[in-house]
Structures are given as C-alpha cells and as structure tokens.
C-alpha cells in the first residue's frame, strides 16, 4: 500500500541536542509538510516543499530546519531542542493537481518527541 | 480568510448509539472540507472529504458528512457507534496558497464510546 512512513515512532533527546526526524513517501506527491502538534491541539504547520522549494511559515522558529534530498524523503532537523519543542511531529504529502481549494493531504503516524 | 468551529470539545456516546460531531466553516470560495481521526499516539487519518461533488459524502467506518452551504456546517455522523470509534475528530477546512494546501483545523472534538 502506498503511504507515509515517518521513523523513529518515538525520540527521546536531550536538552540542546540536535535531533532529526525522518520523513519517507511512496505516494510520489510532489509536496511535502511538517507539523508540530502539542498535546490537546490541533496541527500547526511548520513548513512544506514544494518539489525541492522550501516553503517556511512566518512564525516558525529558527531552531527548526529542514531537508528533502529526493520526492521520498524529507527531514526535520531541530538544531538545539528545548523543553518546549517536546510535541509529536507529523508529516504530510499531497499531490498537486491544481485544484482551485487544495488537495488531499495524507499523514504519516507521526515521531513523538520527548526532551530531557 | 477561513476557519472552522468545531462546537463541541468532548462528545460521550453508548455504544450503538448514533453519533453526531459539529462542525461549522467559514471560507471565502468553494471550500474544501475534511473530517480527520486522531486516535492516541497515531497520526491522523482521513475519515472523509467533500469537494463540490455530492454534498453527501460517505467516508470509511461508517462515518459520513453533510455539506450544507446555506448553514456553513459539514456535520460528521454515524448510526452506530463502536468503542473502536473513540478518539479524537478534527474538521478541517482545505484552501489553496501558492505552491501548497493550507489546512485550517478545527480545535477537535474527542468522542467517547462507552458500553
């Protein structure tokens, strides 16, 4: 089945411990999102690709970067994580078609982040 | 701009018994409007989706959804509830910005089935 696939499940780091998060498709869609979602709240938008254009949100912190070295893959890097980044991560592919209202946006199962 | 009002942030249901989660949007164009499930620790799951097809939208799981333009709603229902169903919904309205599709979320509505 195609689908997205994000590893570890769960990540334990230390505090200013730069950590990544892996993010791979086979949906083939060209863009590409990460989420921060904190407990008891909806998704926030972190940033997306858009093929290999990055694609930042104003209020997304330094601290965050990203990667896509390919269509499949997509990493989020957080450079020194603090107490506060502790959240679950989820990526999200969608294909572009056009469509006036958007496309579909399919989710992985996410990398819950714990910071020591 | 758009957004969503999700107006109930607990529902609790007996188990079999039908299932109603509210949802009202507010979008300058023709929205597109989703229903996602988040059960605990997973990612989210798409139940459904409407996009200016049938305003009857059936999804998997039994859930299904009605858009209503003249009351701004696209409420999820289900005629039967089971405890498998308890989890956390979120309403999500879709609209196109430059290169991407931005979600706007509702504050979700978590359901809880009970025997």
């Known amino acids: 089945d195609a689908m997205v696939i994000q590893n570890p499940r769960y990540q334990v780091t230390q505090f200013g411990k730069p950590v990544t998060l892996s993010c791979s498709q086979t949906?083939?869609?060209?863009?590409m999102y990460w989420y921060q979602q904190k407990s008891s709240q909806a998704p926030k938008l972190l940033f997306h690709?858009?093929?290999?254009?990055?694609?930042n949100e104003a209020d997304t912190p330094d601290n965050f970067q990203s990667r896509r070295p390919n269509t499949s893959f997509c990493f989020l890097d957080i450079r020194s994580p603090g107490l506060g980044d502790a959240a679950m991560y989820l990526c999200?592919?969608?294909?572009?078609?056009?469509?006036?209202?958007?496309?579909?946006?399919?989710f992985g199962p996410g990398t819950r982040l714990l910071v020591l | 701009a758009q957004s969503v009002t999700q107006l109930d942030s607990h529902v609790s249901v007996s188990e079999g018994t039908p299932v109603l989660l509210r949802c009202n949007y507010s979008?300058?164009?023709?929205?597109?409007l989703f229903w996602y499930v988040q059960h605990p620790n997973k990612g989210l799951q798409l139940l459904l989706k409407?996009?200016?097809?049938?305003?009857l939208v059936k999804g998997i799981n039994g859930f299904e959804a009605e858009f209503k333009k003249s009351e701004t709603s696209f409420h999820l229902t289900k005629p039967s509830a089971h405890m498998s169903d308890a989890a956390e919904y979120f309403c999500?309205?879709?609209?196109?910005?430059?290169?991407?599709?931005?979600?706007?979320f509702g504050t979700g509505t978590r359901l809880q089935v009970t025997l």
């Open positions: 949906l083939n869609h060209n863009v």
């Open positions: 999500v309205v879709s609209e196109r910005a430059g290169t991407a599709s931005k979600l706007t």
């Open positions: 690709y858009y093929d290999k254009d990055f694609n």
């Open positions: 409407y996009t200016s097809a049938a305003t």
């Open positions: 979008s300058s164009y023709s929205p597109s």
């Open positions: 999200a592919t969608s294909s572009d078609s056009g469509y006036p209202s958007g496309e579909t946006q399919y």
